[in-house]
């Protein structure tokens, strides 16, 4: 089912995201571990874009450590390790996702349900790639910051790289892996998000988000009706 979402998108797929990345996550959704979607092109944005939030029952953005793949990943028997896929990640990013789902009860929806909902990718927002010295950082303990602006409210949440099971190349490891078990090639350009690293910070029609990723750069959006 979610593959046929990605065959009726209007250019080749943009990437992957990983859901349910944290123990609170997937008690939320009542899914027992992380789960992939597609990003869908048409979904992409830059750093800055304004989105609408018609009809989104989700309405949170997420910042996450987004990674641009140097070269193709194919499916094989023997599970990738961290080492290999390092070598193949061409670019960090500082990124923010705006979740949604077709189920209005989309906490009890079920895993195989939230699976072909796309596993809630919506919108997404992709900062500039962060400078190659994030290779010698630990992002596991890397701090991350998301800020609300609104008309009637402003908010900031602190989070890291922890908060993705204990580090979003965990992640991103996880997912190369999930794919290859499906028989599917993670290409290269493609951007894998990998979950949200602060609590999702809710949103309203005339907030602006920033999500600070220090010296790995900073991505923001703001939201209309």
């Known amino acids: 089912m979610q593959s046929a979402i990605e065959a009726r998108s209007s250019g080749p797929l943009f990437g992957w995201k990983v859901a349910a990345t944290s123990v609170a996550g997937q008690r939320h959704i009542q899914v027992d571990g992380p789960i992939a979607g597609r990003l869908l092109r048409e979904r992409a944005h830059p750093s800055g874009s304004r989105l609408s939030l018609a ?20 499916p094989r028997q023997q599970a990738y390790t961290v080492d290999e896929v390092m070598t193949a990640i061409a ?26 909902d796309n596993a809630c990718a919506h919108e997404f927002v992709l900062g500039d790639a962060a400078p190659q010295a994030w290779r010698n950082v630990d992002l596991s303990t890397h701090r991350v910051q998301g800020r609300v602006s609104g008309t009637a409210r402003s908010y900031a949440r ?22 290859s078990s499906l028989g599917i090639t993670l290409q290269r350009d493609q951007v894998v998000a990998t979950g949200a690293c602060t609590v999702p910070l809710e949103v309203e029609a005339g907030d602006q988000v920033i999500a600070d990723f220090g010296a790995l750069g900073a991505v923001s959006v703001s939201f209309r009706e």
């Not at 602190?158 to 794919?179: C, R």
């Open 55 to 74: 009809g989104n029952r989700m309405a949170v953005a997420e910042p996450e450590f987004a990674f641009r793949m140097g070269r193709d990943i194919p």
């Open 91 to 116: 670019h960090l990013h500082p990124s923010i996702e705006v979740p949604d789902s077709r189920y209005a009860l989309f906490t009890s929806a079920g895993e195989a349900q939230i699976i072909a």
């Open 158 to 179: 602190d989070g890291s790289g922890a908060a993705v099971l204990g580090s979003p190349l965990v992640e991103l490891v996880w997912l190369v892996n999930e794919l």
